[in-house]
Structures are given as C-alpha cells and as structure tokens.
T-cell receptor, first 109, second 113 residues
Framework: GQNIDQPTEMTATEGAIVQINCTYQ??????LFWYQQHAGEAPTFLSYNVLDGLEEKGRFSSFLSRSKGYSYLLLKELQMKDSASYLCAVRDGDYQLIWGAGTKLIIKP | DTAVSQTPKYLVTQMGNDKSIKCEQN?????MYWYKQDSKKFLKIMFS???????INETVPNRFSPKSPDKAHLNLHINSLELGDSAVYFCASSQGNPADTQYFGPGTRLTVL
C-alpha cells in the first residue's frame, strides 16, 4: 500500500537546527515535496526533490535517498516564525500526490 | 494579487442544509483540486479537475459535488450537511497534472452544528 510516515510533533530551540524525517512506501516514485503550514493557514511549497542528494534553499535544506525511501527537511538558525506543521508529499506516478500527516514543529525561546 | 482565492473563509451552518464553497485561481493553471483537512490535520484529496474535466474522484459521499464552469474556477457544493463534514476545505491549483507543485487557497473553515 501507499504509506508516508513523519513524526507527529517535534520541539526545538530558537537558533538551533532541526531535522524532520519522512519515510515513504509508494508503488511509484516521481519526486517528493515539502510544504509548510502555519496554524490556520494554507500549506505553502518549500522544496521539491526528485534526485538523490541535498537541495539547499537559504535556511532550509531537503535531502532525498530514493533507495532508502527517505527524505528529511533541515531547518537551520531556527526562528519563532518557523513554528508550523511540515508536510511531506510523494509524487506517485503521473496523477497521484500522496500526503503525509505532517510534523508539528514547536520552537521555544 | 491573490493567486488562489476561496469564499467564504468561514461557514457555520445547521445539519441538513446545503452549502457551496467557491474557488478561483488567476495563475493560468490547468488543474484544480479540493482537499479536506480534518481536526487531525491530515490533508485528504477529494476531487481534481483538469481543464474542466474530472480526473480524480476519491471516495467521497455523493453529497459532495464539484463543478468547474471554466478552468479558473472550481466550486464545491455540499448537500444535506452532516456533523462529520466539519473541517477546513482547501482549494488548490497546479500547472499541469496533480503531481506538479500545488498552490493552495486560504481555506474555508466549515462548522456544522
């Protein structure tokens, strides 16, 4: 079956680094997305990986290992505004986007 | 300029009523979607239209009926509302197929009393 796993909740300290993991089991694979969703708001696109390796975009980086069915989102120099849910979604074939349940990240001063 | 807009933002109604949510995108995208996000924050696809044609129709009660008058609009009509329909409904759009990057509207918080 199709399955995406992420931790339900994580806590980190302002200024620190946090890594949010995502593992997936899907019948096909054609890329992996990370979205950020602040409480009461819509999900917004953060990153897309289709090849193995690390994609860096400012304070955020996303890593993919297709052989392991694994991705992580790395957030550096954490700010209070980074408190949000982070959703992992896998592109499975041409017409399917499978969503994880999201990881709620809590940033403490 | 708002890329994907939805109305209304909040909707409170009684069980048994019929209601509609409207969505419009000005991104020139070909594909639009409706998602339901429940209290556990799980995002579940309901429908997707590509150029006014239905391409994804997940297991959803037939009380829910999407309508796409043109590729920039996708409305959701819900008949005989039930308590379990209470959730946030997000509209989204993407350039081509549903596996492209999706852009979400602000959401409509539906509360059924």
């Amino acid at each position: 079956g199709q399955n995406i796993d992420q931790p339900t909740e994580m806590t980190a300290t302002e200024g620190a680094i946090v890594q949010i993991n995502c593992t997936y089991q899907t019948s096909g694979f054609n890329g992996l997305f990370w979205y950020q969703q602040h409480a009461g708001e819509a999900p917004t696109f953060l990153s897309y990986n289709v090849l193995d390796g690390l994609e860096e975009k400012g304070r955020f980086s996303s890593f993919l290992s297709r052989s392991k069915g694994y991705s992580y989102l790395l957030l550096k120099e954490l700010q209070m505004k980074d408190s949000a849910s982070y959703l992992c979604a896998v592109r499975d074939g041409d017409y399917q986007l499978i969503w994880g349940a999201g990881t709620k990240l809590i940033i403490k001063p | 300029d708002t890329a994907v807009s939805q109305t209304p933002k909040y909707l409170v109604t009684q069980m048994g009523n019929d209601k509609s949510i409207k969505c419009e995108q000005n991104l020139g995208h070909d594909t639009m979607y409706w998602y339901k996000q429940d209290s556990k924050k799980f995002l579940k696809i309901m429908f997707s239209y590509n150029n006014k044609e239905l391409i994804i129709n997940e297991t959803v009660p037939n009380r829910f009926s999407p309508k796409s008058p043109d590729k920039a609009h996708l409305n959701l009509h819900i008949n005989s509302l039930e308590l379990g329909d209470s959730a946030v409904y997000f509209c989204a759009s993407s350039q081509g197929n549903p596996a492209d990057t999706q852009y979400f509207g602000p959401g409509t918080r539906l509360t059924v009393l």
